[in-house]
């Protein structure tokens, strides 16, 4: 190869070289610049003939006086490495260029073994600035240091959303309200273990083909409120409430306050239905009984007058026909003594007047008898069990065709003050009954006290009747003797019971609960 040829050849790899990014330079042992490319005029470091023989240091840190600046050590140790045919690489924020440069010290050939002089080391050093590089390495780094965060944050969300469905499953599952969830469809797919209870299912029966508001036999009139009224409320406002009846596997109906739930998807569909229920079948029950006890109350109210009414009916007519027509004798026997004696016929009037007296014997009598249904006075004075005995010692001598059976098991102080005169008007009543209607020839009366309980019991061997039969509204009909002996038992705080059979005679049972 002639040198024409050879020096096109270097021509043309310096053209190259000088066309570079990187600043190349060429070294030799001491550290100084032998030749480089015209790169380190685009960094504005000088002209390239103008440096050549100075240190690397001098070109590329003009003015440093650091005694730690990292060109000052980087030589040393290269040439150490240069020796052993090695090459140094490294990359660093020069902080007089201001910029991220990559410095890569080559040596030019292997050297041979013996050799050990550092001068006549040549070497390469190419220098590249990276530090648009950097900036997109620490883009990325920015990145990847957000990606973590993110993933980070996102498994914490996650882990507590799924902490927190766990939390909620397990309230579901606790809660004794009634929560279903159903497809679009209204296909249950979830119902908790109170529902299941609630239906009468079991862990493991299969809801899958059961709808909401037509489980087991719901009423139609149920299924078509739910279908035509409830859901689609609950899809135009996302919530219905109100009222609504299910039946359970035995066929038990369950009445329950009901929240039906849409729920929609980003797109704003209804993608499923969520329902809570709860058993209102107690407070139903309760307000029944209710609006039945104050309708009870009303018809004993209405009850009390009429009674009151036929007793102040009664009384009147005794009044009237006893006392009203002794009176009336009294008064004209004693307006004739006095014309007798106007006319000075003593004797006569003496005689008149002597003739009052079994008028006016009789009158007391009666008077005593009307005092004395009204109330006995011996009640007040000597007790329930003393007045009981006077009452059928005149029983059994009016009625002797009737054998009474008396068990008074308790002591007078067992018996409450307040309860004694609707304990006698109670059997005052019901003898009265029996001699009206039983055609009874024998009446059994106990009183005991047993656990606190007061207990009466009367009954006959009578012709008895239907109970469903009983005449009404009239004063002196059975009918109104019992409801008489069933309100004044109700109203004293005890349970009234009557139980009669046509042929097998009948059956009364009143209890108080007595303190002790």
Request: net charge negative.
């Amino acid at each position: 190869m002639d040198v024409r040829t050879i020096e096109r050849a270097k021509q043309q790899w310096q053209s190259a070289a000088d066309m570079m990014p990187q600043l190349i330079c060429l070294l030799n042992g001491q550290g100084r610049l032998i030749h480089t490319n015209r790169t380190i005029e685009r960094w504005g470091l000088g002209r390239v003939d103008d440096v050549k023989g100075l240190h690397l240091h001098a070109i590329l840190h003009r003015d440093c006086v650091d005694p730690d600046c990292y060109l000052t050590s980087l030589w040393p140790s290269a040439i150490a490495r240069l020796a052993r045919g090695e090459r140094t690489e490294c990359e660093v924020l020069d902080p007089v260029l201001k910029r991220h440069v990559s410095i890569l010290v080559q040596p030019l050939v292997r050297p041979p073994p013996q050799f050990r002089e550092a001068d006549d080391l040549n070497a390469v050093v190419m220098m590249g600035d990276i530090s648009e590089f950097k900036q997109t390495e620490a883009g990325y780094q920015r990145l990847h240091a957000e990606l973590e965060y993110l993933a980070c944050h996102e498994k914490e969300r996650r882990v507590l959303s799924e902490s927190m469905q766990m939390r909620l499953l397990a309230i579901l599952e606790k809660t004794t309200d009634y929560i279903a969830m159903t497809d679009v469809a209204g296909n249950l797919v979830y119902l908790n273990p109170a529902g299941r209870t609630l239906l009468g299912l079991g862990p493991q029966d299969d809801i899958s083909q059961m709808k909401m508001g037509a489980c087991h036999g719901s009423e139609q009139e149920v299924e078509e409120k739910i279908r035509g009224e409830a859901i689609p409320s609950a899809i135009r406002s996302g919530l219905w409430r109100g009222e609504s009846r299910l039946r359970d596997t035995a066929g038990r109906e369950i009445h329950a306050s009901q929240i039906i739930i849409a729920h929609r998807n980003d797109d704003g569909e209804v993608e499923h239905f969520s329902t809570i229920l709860r058993d209102t079948t107690e407070q139903v029950r309760t307000a029944q009984a209710l609006r039945d006890s104050h309708a009870e109350l009303r018809r004993l109210s209405g009850l009390l007058a009429t009674i009151q009414e036929d007793e102040r009916r009664r009384i009147a007519l005794d009044l009237h026909d006893g006392l009203g027509q002794s009176l009336s004798l009294i008064k004209l026997s004693i307006e004739k003594a006095g014309q007798l004696l106007a006319a000075g016929s003593v004797s006569e009037a003496s005689e008149s007047l002597q003739q009052l007296i079994p008028q006016i014997r009789e009158a007391m009598v009666e008077v005593r008898r009307v005092s004395t249904e009204l109330r006995p006075s011996i009640l007040d004075d000597l007790g329930i069990l003393p007045t009981l005995s006077w009452f059928f010692r005149e029983f059994e001598a009016a009625c002797g065709h009737i054998t009474v059976e008396k068990a008074f098991n308790v002591a007078e102080h067992e018996v409450p003050v307040p309860l004694q005169i609707i304990l006698y008007r109670i059997i005052q009543e019901a003898t009265n009954n029996i001699v009206k209607h039983a055609c009874a020839d024998r009446m059994r009366i106990s009183i005991e006290r047993t656990d606190e309980v007061l207990q009466l019991l009367i009954e006959d061997n009578g012709c008895g009747f239907d109970p469903g039969r009983i005449p009404q509204g009239d004063g002196e009909g059975r009918g109104l003797g019992l409801l008489s002996m069933q309100e004044r038992a109700s109203l004293s705080g005890g349970s009234y019971r009557m139980t009669s059979v046509p042929g097998q005679g009948t059956r009364i049972e009143v209890s108080w609960p007595c303190e002790p």
